[in-house]
């Protein structure tokens, strides 16, 4: 019908809405991308050039400097070594951090959705729960619980001469995200293995696989979308996380890159040095940024996966 | 001792017995096909002996031994699937594998058991395809594969061949009853389909809400139904059901079954006459099933009673190999089946010839089997 009518109109009748949601999408667009643009033009301009010039001017000689500087000799509080310390306390925090609340989500899907028990609508509405705590409710607490650790820690030192990690902060801040991960990892996999066939699950049984060999031959070799989805979601909560990583890693050595760049930028030695700091923050949202372009193909088809059966 | 023992099983869900008291055996080699309609706890039932459903009370013997505890792996079983249950992320030669892998088979005799499964089904040219690469029917054979490599004690199957279309499902009925010939194992097998049911047993089990009808062989369950249900449920098109009054004429037992503007049809009930007796005087049910209600040429010869009678054929509905034939009888429309070439027009009034021998009598009230 569509298809006869369109002639009948007049060109302009069609072309108006287009104009105005390209318009608008346009608009939007370069709102969002406003303030990377500065970011990235500004980080590949002098210092000189920062101050004199306009803020959404092209650099006339481009530098990669700034660059240089913020990974290599920015100053963090007192000491001036750059961020590059900084970005590996990060990649050490989330890689395990994501690996293990992952892995242990899935186990919590498969159990609740393949292995019910009674009460198991229960649990999983805990579980839930832990999706809507405010993190800044459990700041205390937890400093509690962490200051704990780091008691255990030093009694193991005192007895076998290693801490074996307890009081450590970064991993103290592995532990931290994989408890308030486990809710999103454990929604995630649970509804998507709510729609996993359990006659797979019951053929493998009869075929002898044992409770893990089920999980690890079966569930997970289906489970590539979900995965996806879950890693980049923690990959970035926990990357971009700064509440637990100032409170509990904010000084130091230790801190994540988060803490690191705000004293990048925090840190006043004369004069602010714009080009360095756009540099850091830059390096700083690359991890996200990567994630997102190697896996981002699999994250819409995953986000669907769990809402549509079959 | 049979082969395979189901002793009183029952099962509960909270307060609701699914299954109330089943008990059935199988010789080893037999082939035993559950059926009924959808929620009869055929199902149930087969979960239970592969061990995917805990026992509530009653025992499951496999060859002597109890295995009401053990897990399923443990109990020398392979089931088919309804919906196949391959695994999607493994290969047609994976996937017949796993069983015998998870069992610590080595690698090379892994290989020569699919290998020689895959030339029993002929499917060797698919294995190393993944499941969504096969159709329907090439995933059953490779279900059936994976559950024939491991040469289990008993096969069961759960509704195996109902994804698949009308023409498929044919072949693949005759396939799976010329591999039970060839290999002599004992297999369960659960259906809704009577014809399934009645082309592939030894043994038929009759299951309606929870409650076992019937078993016996196929001719058992056709010919002699011990209720309506069963009666009503096993043949296509069922059984004529057709309310009746027995009464005494000329010192002989005889059913009477009313006509619409005509005088009673007088049937002679046969060998039934003797159990008949009890019920002199008394409304029952006539069942006869279509292919006893023939034309005169049509009729069996051996048969001991055949009444031929005339009635006013209703609808003809030719079906190439026979033709329906409908009448009113009794308030209720009776199927005959006639040959193709019989000369019947709807409208008419035609010769029918009832064979007696096949007719069965049910009580109304209690539904049971009266003669």
Known sequence: MSAIAAPGRTPGSSIVPRIVIYGLLVFFALIYLIPF??????????????QHGNMLALPKAPTLDPWVRAWGEACVGLTCEGIHGYFWNSIKMVVPAVAISTFLGALNGYVLTKWRFKGHKLVFGLMLFACFIPFQAVLLPMATVLGEFGQFGKFLTNTTGFTFGFGNP??????????????????????YYEAFPTELVKAAMVDGASFFQIFRRVLLPNSLPIIV??????????????????????????????????NVVNTSTGVVEYNVNMAAAMIAAMPTLLVYILAGRYFVRGLMAGAVKG | ???????????????????????????????????????????????????????????VRINGRRVNELHPSQRDIAM????????????????????????GVPKTDREAAVAKVAEMLQMGHLLKRKPSQLSGGQRQRVAMG?????????????????????????????EIKRLHQRMGTTIVYVTHDQIEAMTLATQIAVLKDGVLQQFGTPAEVYNNPVNMFVADFMGSPSMNLVPAHIRAENGKTVVALSRANEDDLILDPGVAST?????????????????????????????????????HVEVVEPAGSDTFVVTHLGGKHVIARMRSDASVRGGQRAPFTFNMDKAVFFDPQTELRVA
């Open chain 1, 37 to 50: 643009f500065v970011m990235l033009v500004t980080s590949l301009k002098t210092m000189p050039e920062i």
């Open chain 1, 229 to 262: 989805v879950t890693v980049i979601y923690q990959f970035t909560n926990i990357w971009n996380d700064f509440l637990f990583a100032s409170a509990y890693a904010g000084s130091g050595d230790v801190m994540p890159m988060t803490v690191a760049l705000n």
């Open chain 1, 170 to 191: 970064t991993v103290n801040l592995v532990f931290v995200h994989v408890v308030y991960g486990l809710g999103f990892t454990t929604l995630f996999f649970r509804n």
């Open chain 2, 146 to 174: 994976r559950a024939l490599v491991r040469d289990p004690q008993v096969f069961l199957f759960d509704e195996p061949l109902s994804n698949l279309d009308a023409k498929l499902r044919v072949d693949m009925r005759t």
């Open chain 2, 275 to 311: 159990k008949l007796g009890a019920v002199l005087g008394q409304n029952v049910l006539l069942g006869i099933r279509p292919e006893a209600i023939t034309d005169h040429d049509g009729a069996d010869r051996n048969a001991r009673t055949l009444v031929d009678v005339d009635c």
């Open chain 2, 1 to 59: 001792m049979a082969f395979l023992e189901i002793d009183r099983l029952v099962k509960r869900f909270g307060a609701t017995e699914v299954l109330k008291g089943i008990t059935l055996e199988v010789e080893e080699g037999g082939f035993l096909v559950l059926v009924g309609p959808s929620g009869c706890g055929k199902s149930t039932l087969l979960s239970m002996i592969a061990g995917l459903d805990t026992i509530s009370d009653g025992e």
């Open chain 2, 80 to 103: 088919v699937f309804q919906s196949y249950a391959l695994y999607p992320n493994m290969t047609v030669a994976e996937n017949i594998a796993f069983g015998l892998e998870m069992r």
